[in-house]
């Protein structure tokens, strides 16, 4: 893998990571400004949650033509977000950002209840691949491999920087969840903040690490394995389920074996297998219902300085759809109460999934290698 | 208000709520069978919350023609989910519930991590009116009064049964977040658990209540007041504003002066002003976009039998609307890490929200009555 880094007309940095030892000059001839980016975060003090408050945002682009995707190479006088004819997998600054390093602190609000702090951090667009059509499940192995290897160098990167306290790698798929590009990509966040959602997981780690004394993800992935009920897919590194308490209608998770803080952390032997995994997995699950999957693929890292030791890289894949012409929708009991109900067992998504996804999965239960926890 | 209760032709309870003093024999000529309900709760144990899993839910109604409307009365030889040729406000137990007292106990899993539970508890639907067309916010006063007073009846009913730990009343409302029925109706879901939402702002209330020694509601509301930027509307009873950290474009928070745990516990001056705000508060959400807003209306009520002192009874509603053609979804950073990003600055929401409710907040700050906190 060849990086090379270049800066956008406005300033924002750009980085292509490439199979080959391609050469890349990088000259952006856009005549574009810097978008002013004026984001805080405040303080839900009920919820104990930072809340992202941006005022810039709703002038992003929205679904353009084919014909004006910015993500696609700049060929000629069509002039994109990366200027390059060509690319393997390429990442930008968003134009757009919730987080970036230069918000100007907003005014104090002279109320101790209401806290609030610069959105300092930053958000990336992550190209897949230079082609406008298709998606993550239809790059061959080692292009997978080589986004796997793009998302591994900008977390180490990205938790080098001292706002940042968490690093988030994602993908959104499917305009049902309000995906404005169709061009294949995802997204990084570094958030200033551990998320809410990892915050809450890291209680529930210590508190069992002091009760029971093992890593809590590495039990749950133990347990799963001895239940195999919903193991859609296992490797020699990884391991597919949908978890026992699964909130979506369709929600794998899938867990290395050994306990890693993050994908920077993740070893060749277990980046290779990643590749064949994700794609077999993204592929069943396109197969489920028969039309693409809208989903959203997340993947859970530790925070950058604390707890690294309870975490354990995973990565979630789910979606809001609940048969071929049914969407679910989070309304008042999920949205208002955080108390999700799921309409389809995980035990029967799993059996769906095995099948579509054509594996059995390997009856041995491996050894869980629960490092340093 | 006199209230009747029957029995539907599967062994569903209805009930009536009537303004005058209306006979009414309740007769279900239908031949419908009961549905056996399969719901079960299953521990997350990463989040340390309760997912409910259904498995007879996904043959449920959705959007049937007006001609076919479960909720409008019944005439004739058109026999509705209501066993009368009209009504006021009717509430009756849901038949593909996602929580009912009946249900088996589900097998043990054998795994301490794995705990599930029967999902015993009850799910009601309220009709607000017997015209299929038309929304709360169309009601009359009288009406509108009539609706509160049987949210806090089922309320006190539903909080009297020992499987029942926290009762929600809500609102769901308009296709653009999945409503399978366009007659104006809600919802009361009984849970078995204090819901996640509840169970957190329960922690942060009796945190700061040792730190600080008052209550972290009544302070937020009276930093709101003394804000005024974000006040919406203010009447003796009530106070509404978009909160310091609203996480959705639109999102009012709306307040009684004087605390109390839930629905019941209200006067009835309190009830009769909350008829008159709560209509005034709807018109006006219906007034920003120009079109009716899509938007979930929930009540926040403190658990049956613990933490009643810490908890404040107060509404939300809120939206997915940004914009009269823009959803927000939620999407990766919201759905898999909690960690929500709102477009619109709340001060910017609440200048709106005061333009088209027509109304001038009170510039006077009225007393918070803590209560027993």
């Known amino acids: 893998m060849k990086i090379t ?61 084919a014909d004006e995707c910015p993500l696609c190479p700049s060929v000629g006088d069509r002039l994109t977000e990366i200027p ?148 859609v897919w296992q490797s020699r590194h990884w391991a597919a389920f949908v978890p026992f308490a699964a909130r979506w209608p369709v929600e794998v998770h899938l867990y290395p074996r050994r306990q890693v803080p993050d994908l920077a952390a993740l070893d060749d032997a277990e980046r290779d297998d990643l590749a064949e995994t994700y794609l077999t997995l993204l592929r069943g699950l396109d197969a489920l219902f028969g039309v693409p999957l809208p989903y959203i693929a997340a993947w859970y890292q530790a925070p950058v300085r604390h707890h690294r030791d309870l975490a354990w890289l995973h990565l979630r894949v789910f979606s809001i759809r609940r048969a071929p012409e049914k969407l679910k929708y989070l309304a008042g009991s999920e949205s208002a109460m955080g108390a999700f109900i799921n309409d389809i067992t995980p035990e029967d998504m799993a059996a769906r999934l095995q099948t579509v996804m054509g594996g059995t999965p390997l009856t041995t239960v491996e050894a869980i290698d629960e490092g340093t926890s």
Chains 1, 2 share one sequence.
């Open 5 to 65: 880094t270049g800066t956008l007309a406005d300033g924002r940095e750009i980085l292509f990571f490439d199979r080959a030892d391609t050469l890349r000059v990088i000259e952006d001839r856009r005549d574009i400004e810097p978008v002013r980016t004026r984001s805080e975060i405040r303080h839900d003090s009920l919820a104990d949650q930072w809340v992202a408050v941006t005022a810039h945002r709703q002038g992003r682009t929205h679904l353009p033509p």
């Open 84 to 231: 390059e004819p060509d690319y393997d997998v390429a990442v930008f600054e968003n134009r757009f950002p919730s987080f970036a390093l230069d918000v100007p602190d907003p005014p104090e609000t002279g109320e101790e209840l209401f806290v609030r702090l610069p959105a300092r951090g930053r958000c990336e667009v992550v190209c897949f691949t230079s082609a406008h059509t298709g998606s993550f499940a239809d790059l061959p192995h080692d292009h997978a491999r080589l986004v796997i290897d793009a998302w591994a160098q900008r977390t180490e990167a990205l938790s080098a920087l001292d706002e940042v306290e968490q690093v988030f790698c994602f993908e959104n798929r499917g305009p049902e969840i309000g995906v404005t590009l169709h061009h294949p990509h995802g997204q990084i966040y570094a958030y200033p903040f551990a998320t809410p959602t990892t915050a809450q997981m890291l209680r529930s780690a210590r508190s069992y690490a002091e009760r029971v004394g093992t890593n809590l993800f590495g039990d749950l992935l133990a347990a799963e394995l001895r239940a195999q009920t919903r193991v």
